[in-house]
């Protein structure tokens, strides 16, 4: 099993003072076992998010040395700023990545939470999925009146907060720690300077809405129902929280958003609802702001919606699809848009390891040439197959702009998809059969000094020696489905294209052929008759299966090429 993975996305009420901000980013580098992957700071919100990622004791002791270093350095006091605020540590939320449910993650919360109040002092309400009570769970209910309120509602019996002390302490304030799911902070940029404005479009696009009024919208008297709350007309946006502010650093105003589950609203569709919404009051939005990280799957998505908008095939690289969402909504309109940074996969990514994948294409080809036995004949055979895919998906994308089928433009963008989800797969199936060899050599690189030893050795080679199987049978399936691909090219696709099809395909076939040769070798290793069994017979079937692909396409090719067709 995976180690559990939790993100912390700590909010501190500075945005201006460098010494204050690398403290505190120092302290959370300090603690062993914790990856701060982003710091951004805000001049005008006065305001600055780090992100931090590792297991959850070591995480929640970052937190806590972060928080450390706000109370002593942070004078609420003296905070002026944009965004809603009621602490020096204003936020601290955990998310949970991988491996660690919510209800775990709410747990280390709670006692973050605990400890902050009985070590620090600081006044601590739980929120969201960490709440005490439903009344608590809401953000923006527990920072209402924000810092200048503070006082007052601290005196409040109903207010008494989780942990720590209940008397106003004006340097550090108050703060919310919490559990909460994958939150996208999104901010949209408009022409404009008027808040309310900007208010007019957040209102429009949120959930909550705007308040219902007798008469006119905006003067009217606002309605309440039978216990005095406001009354309010939904917006367009379900998981949308905003306001409308003023960036006096950029000289704009924008909507400012929390993207609360990207599964309901995705930030492509925000972002083309405020648009909408904008264009409707005589705004125009300029482009748009991520604060924090995003995930990878979020940018992908906003690719490939913007590229059916235009018709356009969707079967192409992560980097390209990244690269039209950061264009279409306008990511660097304020400030450089950096993937590697602003990505959560990518900016969690192991750069000190060295990975085949990422060599050039001379590197991958020396590095195979030397003299360690790593990468082999099965790192190669996957890199075959991921060039013959990768053929495929060129000849299903150049079909899908050939001038005069534009109406068959999404069918070749679905064979393109196909082709894609196949030479990524390849791609990393080149490092994982050199992965699988490196640990077939630390099985036999284990002690055999006693009979336990011997016995332990033996069943680490048995298992690593099906894993160094699994890997070219994969590839040699992998690679059958970009055959599939490639061979339906060849019959429907560009017909100025169709040798790269027939290419696509020998070299599928290669990488099938290639891969079974590596089952066979690491088979004869193996003391369990009942999977080579059946690994033998996967293999047969498709090599049956790949040699008719072969000829049916050759077949076809040879009939353009030698037809003039």
């Known amino acids: 099993m995976p180690a559990p993975l939790i993100e912390c996305v700590p909010n501190f009420s500075e945005g201006r ?23 951004d700071p805000g001049q005008a919100t006065h305001r600055t998010v780090y992100t931090f990622v590792g297991e959850p004791e070591p995480v929640c002791e970052a937190a806590f040395q972060a928080a450390r270093v706000a109370c002593e350095s942070i004078d609420m006091s003296r905070h002026t700023g944009e965004h809603p605020r009621f ?42 999925y960490a709440a005490t009570s439903e009344e ?18 601290l005196a409040k019996p109903e207010w008494k907060p989780d942990f720590g002390p209940s008397s106003f302490n004006p340097r550090s304030g108050a703060s919310a720690v919490g559990a909460r799911d994958f939150l996208v902070a999104f901010n949209v940029n408009l022409n404009t300077t008027s808040v309310r404005r900007a ?73 083309d609802e405020c648009c909408r919404r904008a264009e409707a009051r005589g705004m125009r939005v300029t482009g748009s702001e991520l604060v924090g990280l995003i995930p990878l799957a979020a940018m992908l998505d906003a690719g490939r919606y913007f590229l059916r908008k235009q018709r356009r095939s969707t079967g192409v690289s992560d980097a390209e699809l990244i690269r039209i ?49 790593a990468p082999g004949g099965g790192s190669v055979s996957a890199a075959m197959g991921a060039m013959g895919a990768a053929l495929a998906a060129m000849v299903a994308n150049l079909s899908s702009h050939k ?55 033996s069943a680490a080679i048995q298992s690593a020696t099906k894993g160094a199987i699994e890997v070219p049978l994969q590839v040699m399936e992998v690679a059958l489905r970009g055959m599939a691909v490639a061979e339906r090219m060849a019959a429907i696709g560009n017909p100025n294209s169709i040798s790269d099809a027939g290419v696509g395909v020998l070299a599928c076939r290669a ?41 049916r396409t050759v077949a076809l090719v040879a009939a353009s090429i030698d037809g003039g067709g």
Not at 103 to 114: D, F, H, I, K, N
Request: charged share 30%; proline share 4%.
């Open 17 to 39: 003072d460098a010494a204050i901000l690398d403290a505190i980013a120092d302290a959370i580098r300090a603690v062993e076992g914790v990856r701060l992957l982003n710091v």
């Open 87 to 128: 602490g020096a540590l204003d936020v601290c939320p955990l998310i949970p990545i991988a491996g660690i449910t919510m209800e775990e993650t709410a747990a280390y919360a709670r006692r973050l939470g605990q400890r902050m109040g009985e070590e620090l002092g600081m006044s601590i309400y739980l929120y969201e």
């Open 136 to 153: 608590r769970r809401n953000l923006a209910t527990l920072r209402a009146g924000e810092y200048e309120g503070l006082e007052a509602k």
């Open 199 to 271: 208010n007019s479009v957040a209102f429009d696009v949120r959930e909550k809405g705007r308040p219902k009024r007798v008469g006119d919208p905006i003067t009217g008297e606002t309605l309440k129902d039978d216990e005095g709350n406001t009354l309010y007309e939904p917006g367009a946006l379900k998981a949308v929280k905003a306001i409308g502010w003023f960036i006096e650093e950029y000289g704009i105003a924008q909507i400012s958003m929390n993207l609360t589950n990207l599964g309901i609203t995705p930030v492509h569709v925000a972002f």
């Open 325 to 373: 969402a950061i264009l279409s909504m306008g990511l660097d309109d304020l400030t450089p848009f950096d993937p590697e940074v602003r990505i959560i996969e990518y900016a969690m990514r192991d750069r000190s390891s060295r990975r085949l994948v990422d060599l050039t294409v001379r590197g991958f080809v020396e590095e195979t040439a030397s003299e360690s036995p």
């Open 403 to 457: 001038r005069g089928w534009d109406e068959r433009w999404e069918e070749f963008s679905d064979w393109a998809e196909q082709a894609k989800a196949c030479h990524d797969t390849l791609l990393r199936l080149i490092d994982d059969d050199t992965d699988a060899f490196n640990r077939v050599m630390a099985a036999f690189g284990l002690p055999k000094g006693t009979p336990e030893e011997k016995s332990a050795r």
């Open 511 to 551: 990488a099938i052929r290639g891969a079974e040769m590596n089952v066979r070798i690491n088979l004869g290793s193996l003391k369990d008759a009942a999977y080579k069994s059946a690994a033998l017979e996967r293999c047969a079937e498709v090599l049956a299966e790949a040699e008719a692909y072969e000829a």
